[in-house]
């Protein structure tokens, strides 16, 4: 947020004033007094979709207290996803175009490893802090390469995920002390379970892979082929396991060299770093869902290693909810406008419509009490 100073030096690009800033959210839309987060935020109409997920997978973990034994910690959950953003506070922003955008600057998050709306915000924290970490990493190693791995088994039954879970990852303990691994410097290796649709688990593994620049010299290099047989072998497996493996490319012209490397790796960090598990596939099937639950009880789905162990461990620390809200970058240069906006969700509507409005100093925007708003 720049400093009003800040403001000051950008001149009129960023100055508020009568001919170049539009009509504020609130006011072009006082005149209805039922009015939806998604109708003034397009994009923030997400949070609908993930509250809604969130009380489904609530009334499956209710489920839990009458389910077989080992299952009571999941009960546990319901009250905490319940409580979980109901509301939602946002401050109104202007752009350098007069355009008014929404930016969240308080929300109550349950923190429940599964609740939808976390897992979401959780996503966006870890990828937000590995972005911040990643260039001193690079700096460090000016001729790695990336690439983008995925390693599967078959599908199991969802009571055997526990177990397949665990050969995986003692599999992979094996694969990193081959010779595949020679030419690596540094890994993350994020876990993902979907449901298929004859009910199955399909898990597999997506790595982010540094590698030394040798890697792709005649000797060095590994096809799909390769990566293929050392899976097969590290696991133990009676099969050739599918297996996908492509570079991470810069630019278009594949120009490492001039290519900022931060940016090239946008797409292939939201990959890896993406949800562990769909919130449509928790609310399928509530038997299912709280199978899975305790199949993954207490496992993880994020490691790294080499080079890029410490980002990872970095990334996942310090949880919280102003992590939560600040985990959302956007690099459109705004000021605040001084309005901010309550959102309340209502179950029946399945929309979170604005409750309370008020004018606060812009400087004071971001840390005033919220109780007004309530």
């Known amino acids: 947020?720049?400093?009003?100073?800040?403001?000051?030096?950008?001149?009129?690009?960023?100055?508020?004033?009568?001919?170049?800033?539009?009509?504020?959210?609130?006011k072009q839309l006082e005149v209805s007094k039922q009015?939806?987060?998604?109708?003034?935020?397009?994009?923030?109409?997400?949070?609908?979709?993930y509250k809604s997920h969130n009380e489904q997978v609530r009334d499956i973990c209710a489920k839990a207290q009458d389910a077989e034994a080992g299952m009571a910690f999941i009960a546990k959950w319901e009250k905490r996803l319940d409580g979980c953003v109901n509301w939602l506070d946002f401050a109104?922003?202007?752009?350098?175009?007069?355009?008014?955008?929404?930016?969240?600057?308080?929300?109550?998050?349950?923190?429940?490893?599964?609740?939808?709306?976390?897992?979401?915000?959780?996503?966006?924290?870890?990828?937000?802090?590995f972005f911040e970490a990643l260039p001193a990493v690079i700096e460090q190693h000016k001729a790695s390469r990336w690439m983008m791995l995925t390693?599967?088994?078959?599908?199991?039954?969802?009571?055997?995920?526990?177990?397949?879970?665990?050969?995986?990852?003692?599999?992979?303990?094996?694969?990193?002390?081959?010779?595949?691994?020679?030419?690596?410097?540094?890994?993350?290796?994020?876990?993902?379970?979907?449901?298929?649709?004859?009910?199955?688990?399909?898990?597999?593994?997506?790595?982010?892979l540094m590698v030394k620049s040798t890697y792709f010299k005649p000797g060095h290099y590994i096809k799909t082929s390769g990566w293929v047989e050392a899976w097969r072998d590290?696991?133990?497996?009676?099969?050739?396991?599918?297996?996908?493996?492509?570079?991470?490319?810069?630019?278009?012209?594949?120009?490492?060299?001039?290519?900022?490397?931060?940016?090239a790796m946008a797409g292939a960090v939201a990959e890896v770093l993406?949800?562990?598990?769909?919130?449509?596939?928790?609310?399928?099937d509530p038997d299912w869902t709280l199978e899975f639950f305790k199949q993954v009880h207490h496992k993880r789905f994020l490691a790294a290693g080499g080079a890029l162990k410490d980002a990872i461990k970095k990334a996942e620390a310090a949880e919280s909810d102003e992590a939560f809200i600040e985990a959302e970058k956007d690099e459109t240069q705004t000021i605040e406008t001084g309005v901010q906006m309550r959102f309340t969700w209502r179950t029946k509507q399945q929309a979170?419509?604005?409750?309370?409005?008020?004018?606060?100093?812009?400087?004071?925007?971001?840390?005033?009490?919220?109780?007004?708003?309530?």
């Open 92 to 129: 109104e922003h202007a752009t350098s175009q007069g355009e008014m955008k929404l930016k969240l600057v308080r929300a109550n998050f349950c923190h429940v490893r599964h609740c939808p709306a976390c897992q979401w915000r959780r996503s966006m924290m870890i990828k937000a802090r």
């Open 352 to 374: 979170y419509y604005r409750k309370s409005v008020r004018t606060v100093p812009p400087s004071d925007a971001a840390s005033a009490d919220p109780s007004p708003l309530g």
């Open 35 to 49: 009015v939806k987060l998604s109708e003034l935020s397009e994009k923030d109409g997400r949070w609908d979709t």
């Open 1 to 26: 947020m720049p400093s009003p100073s800040d403001r000051e030096g950008h001149g009129s690009r960023l100055a508020l004033s009568s001919q170049s800033v539009k009509p504020s959210l609130t």
């Open 274 to 284: 993406k949800y562990a598990t769909k919130s449509k596939d928790l609310i399928q």
């Open 151 to 208: 390693l599967t088994v078959r599908n199991c039954e969802v009571d055997q995920l526990g177990e397949t879970l665990k050969a995986m990852n003692e599999a992979w303990g094996r694969l990193v002390k081959t010779n595949v691994f020679k030419d690596v410097l540094g890994w993350v290796r994020a876990t993902e379970v979907t449901r298929s649709r004859d009910g199955k688990a399909h898990p597999h593994f997506h790595i982010l």
């Open 234 to 263: 590290a696991g133990r497996l009676g099969y050739d396991p599918v297996c996908d493996v492509r570079t991470v490319k810069p630019n278009k012209k594949g120009d490492w060299a001039n290519a900022d490397k931060s940016l």
